[in-house]
């Protein structure tokens, strides 16, 4: 970002009038990674105080916009005791950054940059997150992480709304979950990521598609499916024009693995490798 555009950084605690040129700054690793040119002045969210992650008494899990991947993963890793737990710290490696970039990019900007490989989409999805969103006169909204992302790079987001946090319902942290990735490097960009879980009260399944799509796709078994059910549901819910392209994986490639990838997940949750 070029920061002679930027003629004002503004505490979030003292609003002003939002007006265009307005951005809320959060971690900033990707407001400074490029140029910014319509940008004019920032309103930064460190100064909020707002916790990183909150639990209530029923394992409800709020995440606030502004908590880092350091601390997610901290908290997932040290605090958590759900069954989900692990799938924290796997979502946050695949953030692949260095600890400095660990240490200030947030769950919130990951989630509202809303890159196909955005991981902390990925968590959050899988998870049944619900998004809280406040609009510039107070009104607050809530939106499911796999409807607020739309497209690669779009979000369901209006002018001067910010994202204040994602909640995590108790009953979706206490599935188990599976994990894959691929990538077409040994430490690059995910170019596929999927997610399985199964909810050990009524047996169904999630398997939530990322990376690979330009948006995350949540499909949902009442019962855990056959390979030819889940192939069948994979095909039917990604359209052609939904398998990402860019220089991190053609869209061919990520189909497939994507298929792939999802029967291992069905087959690690079911036990099941003869359907």
Known sequence: MDLNTVMEIRDARHPAPWRPGDAWLGGGTYLFSEPQPHLRRLVDLSTTG?????????????????????????????????????????????????????????????????????????????????????????????????????????????????????????????????????????????????????????????????ASTVRPFRLRFAAPPTAAELSEAVAGAVADHEWFDDIHGLPQWRRHMTFRLAEEIRRELTGDAGR
Do not use: H
Not at 97 to 116: E, Q, R
Not at 174 to 183: D, E, I, K, L, V
């Open 50 to 210: 707002w916790t990183p992650v909150l639990e209530a008494a029923d394992g409800t899990l709020e995440i606030a916009a502004t908590c880092t991947i350091a601390q997610l993963s901290r908290y997932g890793g040290q605090q958590l005791r759900a069954t989900a737990a692990p799938l924290f710290e796997q979502c946050c490696r695949a953030f692949l950054a260095s600890f400095k970039i660990w240490n200030m990019a947030t769950v919130g900007g990951n989630l509202c940059n809303a890159l196909p490989a955005g991981p902390m989409i990925s968590l959050t999805a899988a998870l049944d997150g619900v998004c809280l969103l406040r609009a510039l006169d107070g009104g607050l909204r809530r939106v499911p992480v796999a409807d607020f992302v739309t497209g690669a790079g779009r979000k369901d987001l209006a002018e001067g709304e910010l994202l204040r946090s994602v909640t995590l319902p108790a009953r979706a942290l206490g599935s188990r979950t599976a994990f894959r990735q691929a990538s077409l490097y040994g430490l690059g960009r995910s170019g596929v990521l999927v997610i399985g879980t199964l909810d050990p009260q009524d047996g169904s399944v999630a398997v939530t598609l990322t």
